[in-house]
């Protein structure tokens, strides 16, 4: 039997602009329109930022549980919310000295949605977009916060590691302490160095020094930003793992042509086949990941 392999598509994320790329879905309508062609093209789980009308980042719960229910209406892809949020709108504050501050307290929101998974970023990082420096914080009483929070709910972490310090610290505390079941599943973000300070731009060798370290019976998955995707989600098929891909870590498909994420998932899926395995359907990544089957 082919190997089952889950692929993520990320479809808006909480950084880039329409100016950037036309085809990036903003918008509820725009978003599950998307993500039920992505899931007919082989998408198994979609990775959702929400945005305001203004499309600006936020994790405005009323605003992710009407993607949610649009997305429910339209296809049965996995619904992982992010609380990672943006870096602007609702998402980032002006502190005292002068520097941002991505609003935890914000980002706990993204998980009042009835979402099935969510995005869990236990690290403190410095991030850097248009010549503002932001503080994104998760300390280790917020992990421990957002941890009982996503338990308490029945949602699945995606545990969210963008270098081996990410692994080998909070998440494996928490997963030790009893927060996550297995399997733990975690997406290896390579190739946001330049954006995300302490972040580890991709290469063969750094891709397989963080799977190793990662605790037994993970399952993990690869996104990688721009001309990183495609080495880097190729190397995950080849060590076993999961992949992602979308309009949140690659705007363009090929030098001068703007991507879509249906161009980006269907390219993914021709890459899966030809190394002769398969894309699970959301049902098959339900059962892999240990989520409840979608009544």
């Given at each position: ?38 899931t ?11 945005r ?6 936020t ?5 992710y ?24 709108g ?8 002068g ?69 080998l610290q ?12 297995p399997?733990?599943y ?98 098959e ?11």
């Amino acid at each position: 039997m082919s190997r089952k392999v889950m692929v993520t598509v990320a479809p808006t994320g909480g950084m880039a602009k329409k100016s950037q790329n036309p085809h990036l879905p903003t918008q509820p309508e725009e978003i599950a329109e998307t993500l039920k062609n992505c899931t007919k093209a082989g998408a198994s789980i979609a990775a959702i930022h929400a945005r305001r009308p203004d499309d600006e980042a936020t994790c405005d719960p009323a605003i992710y549980k009407k993607i949610n229910d649009l997305v429910k209406a339209r296809c049965d892809i996995i619904i992982n919310n992010s609380t990672g949020g943006g870096i602007d709108g609702d998402v980032v504050v002006r502190r005292p000295d002068g520097l941002w501050e991505s609003d935890f307290e914000h980002r706990m929101l993204g998980i009042e949605a009835d979402a099935e998974m969510a995005t869990f970023d236990g690290f403190t990082v410095a991030a850097t977009f248009d010549g503002r420096e932001i503080i994104v914080p998760t300390t280790p009483s917020q992990c421990n916060r957002l941890a009982t929070a996503l338990q308490e709910k029945g949602i699945k972490p995606e545990w969210e590691v963008f270098s081996p310090a990410h692994i080998l610290q909070d998440m494996t505390r928490l997963i030790k302490a009893g927060f996550d079941k297995p399997p733990y599943y975690v997406n290896i973000v390579l190739g946001a160095e330049r954006g995300f300070q302490g972040g580890m731009p991709y290469s063969t060798e750094v891709l397989s020094t963080m799977v190793n370290l990662l605790p037994p019976q993970s399952i993990f998955c690869v996104s990688a930003i721009g001309n990183a995707q495609l080495p880097a989600t190729t190397q995950a098929l080849l060590l076993g793992g999961h992949v992602r891909v979308g309009l949140e870590d690659n705007l363009m498909y090929a030098r001068g042509v703007h991507a879509t994420n249906e161009m980006l998932v269907e390219r993914q899926v021709r890459i899966i086949r030809e190394l002769g395995m398969e894309p699970a359907s959301p049902a098959e990544a339900r059962e892999m990941i240990g989520l409840p089957a979608r009544g």
